[in-house]
């Protein structure tokens, strides 16, 4: 069973900048790829940007040029550098890793707990 703690949300105005960190714990033998998603209410949970074990990175469109996903291999850590926010940035952000955990072979997937990050004036 793969653990993951994130932490780094919190409240920020329009253009300000904020650095969620995500940890993995637990049995994993290879990461496959570690990503985060966000969900405002009301709406779909949705790929916000995603980095594989090759270092090949996606980002939504909507993100594109202001958020930076990057990893910590030693520390099996994820980061978000989430710049120039707004106010749509607004959801909770959740962390999601595909991992292999046992010889089987077959990953699978686990979530934080969310954490609320809120663009306000």
């Known amino acids: 069973q793969v653990q993951l703690v994130e932490s780094g949300g919190g409240l920020v105005p329009p253009g300000g900048s904020l650095r969620l960190s995500c940890a993995a714990s637990?049995?994993?033998?290879?990461?496959?790829?570690m990503g985060w998603y966000r969900q405002a209410p009301g709406k779909q949970r949705e790929l916000v940007a995603k980095?594989?074990?090759?270092?090949?990175?996606n980002y939504a469109d909507s993100v594109k040029g202001r958020f930076t996903i990057s990893r910590d291999n030693a520390k099996k850590t994820v980061y978000l550098q989430m710049n120039s926010l707004k106010p749509e940035d607004t959801a909770v952000y959740y962390c999601n890793v595909e991992a292999i955990i046992d010889f089987t072979g077959y990953p699978q997937n686990s979530w934080g707990q969310g954490t609320q990050v809120t663009v306000s004036s």
């Open positions: 637990g049995r994993i033998f290879r990461i496959n790829a």
């Open positions: 980095i594989t074990s090759g270092g090949s990175t």
